[in-house]
């Protein structure tokens, strides 16, 4: 066994355990002390404490860092993320809610966001969720029509090439799909799984630890297990407006330069809103988050 120090990449985490990746080992890790900071993801200094363990010494800088929180504390989602796909599906109806919670964290974060519309075969409920997700397009997000069931090949030469030289994130809410792609678009998914949920002591119950796929050159993927919350508490007011992109046309024009963009006169938002520019589903979520992030503990 060596002590020298290694650099590795966390593939998988489940509580206070971690798996890294370092030049194709995998290494069970532990903090030091008591820190719970680490994000699959991370790019980690690692002292090897046996041929298969090591402790984490340090997190190297991180070049994104996707995150959800409410008031008590942060979820850390996933670092040095390029893109974040978000799934849904024609069935069971997808939630906007989450959608533009996904979209905020992904933009404040310096993510690219793209949606996967997946069931496409699905004929019932089809027009209604295009229609639905215009709202996202029109604000530059691109969507992918695919299905994972029906139409495979052509969903694996949509999507693969989006990720070349990308990490990838996918999310999504339960039923829409995202295993079914993930199995398309990482050859082995379900041995790598098993053999992380070996390593991570996770028992049979569970699968729902996020886990990062390597892809050929460089490339890879990592599947997050379906949350219902997506708390943006960590976002200042300021961090927030500029996240809504529908917002950014009219931002600098409210009459007040501490406006809130909710019952102030004047204000350019308001005015966005009703003219038909901003959809009210957005500026309603503005004000639930604005509500979310004053909201303080006693
Ligand atoms: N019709 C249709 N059904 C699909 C398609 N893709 C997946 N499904 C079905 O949708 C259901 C959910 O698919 P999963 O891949 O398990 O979805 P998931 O998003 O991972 O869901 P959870 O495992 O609950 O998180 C399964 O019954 C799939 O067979 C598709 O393109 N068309
Ligand atoms: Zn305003």
């Given amino acids: ?6 650099t590795g990449i966390i593939i998988a985490a489940h509580g206070r355990h971690y798996l890294a990746d370092a030049d194709g080992t995998h290494l069970q890790c532990v903090t030091r002390g008591k820190k719970t ?10 002292t090897p404490t046996s041929n298969d363990q090591a402790v984490i010494d340090r997190i190297c800088e991180r070049k994104t ?12 989602l996933a670092a040095n993320v390029t893109q974040l796909f978000i799934v849904v599906a024609t069935e069971p109806s997808f939630s906007d809610d989450l959608i533009s919670r996904s979209t905020v964290a992904a933009d404040a974060a310096g993510i690219q966001v793209r949606l996967i519309l997946n069931k496409v075969d699905v004929a019932e409920g089809l027009e209604q969720a295009r229609t639905r997700l215009k709202v996202y ?6 969507v992918h029509e695919v299905s994972a ?12 090439p989006l990720l070349e030289n990308q990490s990838t994130i996918l999310i999504g809410q339960s039923g829409m799909g995202k295993s079914s792609l993930i199995n398309l678009l990482v050859p082995d998914a ?3 799984v098993r053999e992380i949920s070996e390593k991570l002591d996770t028992g049979k119950h569970t699968t729902t630890f996020t886990r990062l796929y390597h892809l050929g ?7 997050s297990p379906g949350f219902q919350e997506f708390g943006l508490y960590h976002l200042s007011e300021g961090m927030l407006e500029r996240a809504f992109r529908d917002f950014t ?13 909710q019952q102030e006169p004047f204000c350019a938002i308001l005015d966005a809103v009703a003219a038909g520019k901003i959809a009210r589903m957005r500026h309603d979520l503005y004000g639930q988050l604005l509500h979310e992030s004053s909201q303080t503990l006693y």
């Avoid at 066994?1 to 290694?6: A, D, E, L, Q, R």
């Avoid at 397009?137 to 691109?142: A, N, Q, V």
């Avoid at 046309?249 to 963009?261: A, D, V």
């Fill in 1 to 6: 066994m060596s002590t020298v120090k290694k």
């Fill in 37 to 46: 900071n680490v994000a699959v993801g991370d790019i980690v200094e690692l």
């Fill in 65 to 76: 860092l996707l995150y959800r929180s409410d008031q008590y504390k942060s979820k850390l």
């Fill in 137 to 142: 397009s029109s604000m530059g997000y691109p």
């Fill in 149 to 160: 069931r029906t139409r495979p090949e052509e969903a694996v030469a949509e999507l693969a």
């Fill in 190 to 192: 379900d041995i790598a």
């Fill in 217 to 223: 050159g460089g490339a890879t993927v990592i599947d």
């Fill in 249 to 261: 046309p009219y931002l600098g024009g409210c009459k007040y330069y501490n406006c809130r963009h």
